[in-house]
């Protein structure tokens, strides 16, 4: 795969802090020519800031635009994203101007691609994704493949998983749209972590993208601190669906029918095939490849 991949980014960006690890990859991995993001859920306006604060320390010029509040059918309450503690005010208040038709936004871009390989890449819930699909045919056309962060086949894990189940109308969209689709899950994004010392590798790192991912990554886990005063170390759900889009061999990819229910668990299920699903990964080739591009 020599030539850049160009990708479209939805994201949930501010609660979880893989979000910000797997723009990050977005921001710099070699084969990815980031065209736009999206933000979907809850306060979508907040987490465009951050997703510019980001891009902002690469110096490059990505578009940003807050999209869908609320899944479909839904009203959901807003909320004030964890991560934005790490951002200081002044900059808050630079980048907080811009659109919030994020739904528009993607079809614009799609529309407007010429040559190549385009590739939606979903790491939040699917709302944003699903009204492209139904609202926008002739812009999702343009849409090589979708890949995605999203549902799980665990046999010990009966509840859906987070993304597929805030918008499940939005994720059955998506499975039976017909477009080329991976599902990258749980299965294996769970092996996929962080430990203190790559934290403390990273941290060593003169890269202003680095740093402001560690101040995103500081405010999380001071969000998310225990009872006995430790802190959670990211797990890499999100950045490994990035580094896949332009690095497949670091997981294997099963054909699969994936058929979704009113919960948005997301089954297996007899007959052809609708998307690849990722059923094992390489967990220190994805730690170490993530780190290479920060550091």
Known sequence: MSEQVHVLLDTDIGDDIDDAWA???????????LLGVSTVY????????IARWLIEATGKKVDVAAGESHPIGKTVQLFRPNQM????????????????DGVAFLAEKAKAFDGGELVLLTIGPLTNAAKLLTEYPEASRKITRIVSMVGT???DHPNPEYNAAVDPKATRILFESGKPLTMIG??????????EADLEELG??????????????????????????SVPLPILH?????????????????PMKIVVDEKGRTLKAEGEANCLVATDVHPSAVVSRLKGLLM
């Open 186 to 195: 749980l299965d294996v994004t769970l092996r996929c972590r962080f430990n």
């Open 85 to 100: 503690k790490a951002i200081p005010e002044e900059d808050e208040r630079r980048l907080k101007v811009g659109r919030t």
């Open 153 to 155: 086949l665990l046999p």
């Open 23 to 33: 723009l990050a990859v977005c921001l710099t991995h070699p084969k990815i020519n």
């Open 42 to 49: 809850g306060d979508t306006v907040a987490r465009s800031v």
């Open 238 to 254: 999100d950045p490994l669906a990035a580094l896949v889009v332009v690095e497949p061999e670091l997981v294997t990819l099963t």
């Open 204 to 229: 060593r790192s003169e890269k202003l993208l680095t740093r402001r991912l560690l101040a995103l990554t500081k405010a999380w886990q001071d969000a998310h601190r225990r009872s006995d005063g």
